[in-house]
């Protein structure tokens, strides 16, 4: 099939394109920009008048919960929610059952969601064999199968040195390494941000030194071994300053933050509110709008979702026995777009949070921009249009997420793959 989408506002941050073009497309692939190459003829043509024409969103963390948790998510049901919401390239961390350790899992989970035929699958293997810090995972036969990156998801080391060798098993290979800060003794029996609000609630807290402290090590060892070093989900202010001292000493480091970390706070915990039980814990305000800022200005590198769907019973126990984690998919634009707006910045500067930038991190060479040759990838959105976020319009089996009942900026109208339209926002009803 042959695509002509016009009239569109297109934004490409690689390109540092952002201007009235049409996209043309065939193949699968992207065949012009702004002018029809020679002998173009569109079998179908989208007219994209008031709308933003962007490369398909890549989420860098979302939990499809298979295989092992299909009770709490499903590749389709989710799958169909990256579609409503953009994302056409998904990282998936490794915290499956069984974990993504070993390549045949990994094989599996690649052919799994290459069937489905929706979005692009990016696993990040296990560092270590079931995630449990001892023996090193067989990195080099993991990413044969199609491995990106490697993480503990939120499991940490606690041995230093199996740490340490795994940095500088990946930094001999070039492969990166991905981790969430958080030591194991620091947050133990935590489920809350430790200050004001915490106490008042009587909810054991988790203080930020938990992150301090193991962001300070895993620099340490980067530096020392000379691992490319992606930190997740960074939730404290301090760690902002770590990690800009690291770059000065020239450890090869990035960072993502959480959407949702950009606009709640504990004090967003209410009376028990268990939807804003997550991992990391929703901080103070002071951290939560130095993580804005800092994504602002650059020293955070890209948004991720966080997308980790959590079935109704086991988010309806009290917070402290409540499962913790968000849905995220569907709100990614909207939430990267009201942060956008609240600090008056380009549109272009958004979309690269979620396109461009999370490409770098992930190593995804074909998406994240729309340059002739490139696979057709693409996120067509209403960036004036505002939705109310309620259980029905969520096409995630997951429905915890505090931003229920809110309206926000932004819907995707149109998700294309590999130049085949995936989702179009007007076969589900009134929009």
Not at 121 to 132: H, N, S
Not at 367 to 382: M, Q
Request: hydrophobic share 40%.
């Amino acid at each position: 099939m042959t695509i002509h989408i016009k009239n569109g506002r297109l934004i490409d941050p690689a390109n540092k394109i952002d201007a009235l073009q049409d996209l043309f497309i065939a193949d699968g692939k992207i065949v012009g920009v702004g002018t029809a190459p020679e002998g173009f003829t569109a079998t179908r043509t989208i007219d994209a008048t008031g709308y933003v024409v962007a490369p398909g969103l890549i989420d860098l963390a979302a939990r499809l919960r298979e295989p092992g948790f299909e009770y709490k998510a499903t590749l389709e049901s989710e799958m169909d929610a990256a579609m409503a919401g953009g994302i056409t390239s998904l990282a998936i961390p490794p915290d499956t059952d069984p974990v993504l350790d070993e390549p045949g899992l990994v094989e599996m989970l690649c052919y799994r969601a290459k069937k489905l035929n929706r979005a692009h699958v990016y696993p990040v293997g296990a560092l270590t064999i079931g995630l449990k810090g001892e023996q090193l995972s067989e990195m080099a036969e993991l990413v044969e199968a199609g491995c990106v990156a490697f993480s503990q998801a939120n499991v940490p080391i606690l041995d230093t040195r199996v740490l340490g060798r795994a940095m500088q098993y990946a930094a001999t290979f070039g492969f990166r390494v991905w981790l969430q800060p958080m030591d194991p003794f620091l947050s133990k029996g935590g489920v809350a941000h430790d200050g004001e609000v915490a106490s008042r609630l009587g909810l054991p807290g988790i203080p930020a030194s938990a992150e301090i402290v193991a962001l300070y090590t895993y620099l340490r060892l980067a530096r020392q071994t000379g691992a490319r070093l992606h930190i997740t989900r960074v939730s404290c202010a301090e760690s902002l300053d770590l990690i800009e001292k690291a770059r000065t000493d020239g450890v090869d480091v990035t960072c993502d933050v959480a959407a949702h970390h950009l606009h709640l706070s504990d004090l967003d915990i209410g009376y028990f509110n268990p939807h804003c039980h997550v991992v990391p814990p929703f901080r103070g305000q002071r951290d939560r709008l130095a993580l804005s800022k800092a994504l602002a200005d650059g020293r955070i590198n890209a948004i991720c979702s966080d997308h980790t769907p959590v079935d109704d019973d086991a988010k309806q126990a009290p917070f402290s026995e409540s499962e913790p984690g968000t849905t995220g998919l569907e709100l990614l634009l909207p939430l990267t777009l009201k942060w956008a707006q609240e600090h008056q910045l380009p549109l272009i500067d958004a979309v690269a949070r979620i396109t461009s930038e999370a490409a770098k991190i992930a190593g995804i060479a074909k998406g994240g921009h729309l340059s002739v040759g490139a696979r057709a990838d693409v996120c067509i959105f209403d960036a004036d249009a505002h939705q109310l976020i309620t259980r029905s319009m969520l096409k995630s089996q997951g429905k915890n997420t505090p931003f229920l009942g809110l309206e926000l900026p932004g819907k995707v109208r149109y998700t294309f793959v590999e130049g085949t339209l995936m989702y179009d926002a007007s076969q589900y009803g009134k929009n």
